[in-house]
């Protein structure tokens, strides 16, 4: 096991996305969460509202900025050479 980059033992969280410092309190601020959903509804185009069964939370924070970009198709550091 390899301890690098452990999120939690960072001094304040990082987003994913951005590098950002990012407050791990604050209302808007992402976590990964990973899960299982039917196969057939995942792979729609309208799986936003799909169940997601036996969720786990992951140590991947992000702002909620650049999770809405991602949901765009735009990678935030892509938008930043705009
Ligand atoms: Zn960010």
Redesign the pocket.
Known sequence: MTATKSSLDAPGYR??????A?DPDAVDTMQRVVGWGRKHAVGSRRAVSTNIEARELRNEF??D??VRRIKRGIA?AQEALL
Do not use: K, Q, R, S
């Open positions: 987003c994913f996305y951005c590098g950002g990012l992000a702002h900025n650049c935030p």
